[in-house]
């Protein structure tokens, strides 16, 4: 029996467009919002009692992250998209999780969804979503839960590390989106070594009973990566094109190494693909080849039991007139003649390298 599985597009069903409805299934108690304001000179970091403390960033000179964790609380998501005059459509997908990769320019802001990888603690893959809100001066991300890949990028720009101080809020974004992707290199080694263990434990025969569901689920481990990650590509490269004040040139060269880091990621993932459509190949192989040894023994068997079959067949009928039926030595003749036939078979598949 098949278990049940959150239906995500039954929530919005019957609602008019805009509607802030959070299709997700990981409701978090509090609503965790933090703040990075920050200079060249200085950098203020603190995390948020509440959505209104968010408001008296906006129009400074410096730039600001507000990052917000727990997309179940719909009400204060959709006061700072007020505040910040964010479309009904862009706060609809902020929090319907089930949203592609993709990017929607707007006047003032640049909208842009992808998917976060990480592993679980069984060491399975979950895809979170994750939205971005560029604006001039300002970038605000928004996550289902607690738990990121951000906390390199928090360091750096606590510790003023690198250009990101003196950078404005397109490369913030850009080293954002690029903490995501470079992540994606640890997933696709998380994938690399199970195959690699699957192809070991299908070679050496030390496979269990499990293994043909295991690798349907790798599959379909590979196909989420896929799907968070080929529509990126085309996010990132209008990104690179855009003509806006929002991303100035000189930042563009950044975006273009998240494409080609994109790119590399593809043909990875292109190339497990085929791997594991060998590996299914593979494990047949190896399964025909077991049920092939063992009807070579059986057929091996009954070829050799035939003939004394045969001849135990011949002297067992029940007639008086039997050549050597009265023999004294009839007997142990007549299984020495066996022991020579089975042992000439012997010798003559070993000559022919059935055995």
Known sequence: MSKTRPKKFHKKLGKSPGSVIYTGNKPTKKLFIEAFDYTSEQCIDKELSNVEEAFSFIGSDSVTWINVNGLNHVEEIEKLGNHYDLHPLVLEDIVSISQRPKIDEHEDYLFVVLKMLHTDADDSIVSEQVSFVLGKGYVLSFQESEGDVFDTVRERIRQGKGRVRTMQADYLLYILMDAIVDHYFVIIETLGDKIEDFETAIFSGNVNQSINKDIQDLKREILKVRRAIYPLREVVSRIEKHESTLILKKTKTFYRDIYDHLIQVSENIDIYREMIWSLMDMYMTTISNKM????????????????????????????????????????????????????????????????
């Open 292 to 355: 092939n040894e063992v009807m070579k023994v059986l057929t091996i068997m009954a070829s050799i039991f035939i003939p004394l079959t045969f001849i135990a067949g011949i002297y067992g009928m029940n007639f008086d007139y039997i050549p050597e039926l009265h023999y004294k030595y009839a007997y142990p003749i007549l299984w020495g003649v066996m022991v020579f036939i089975f042992l000439g078979m012997l010798y003559y598949f070993k000559r022919k390298k059935w055995l």
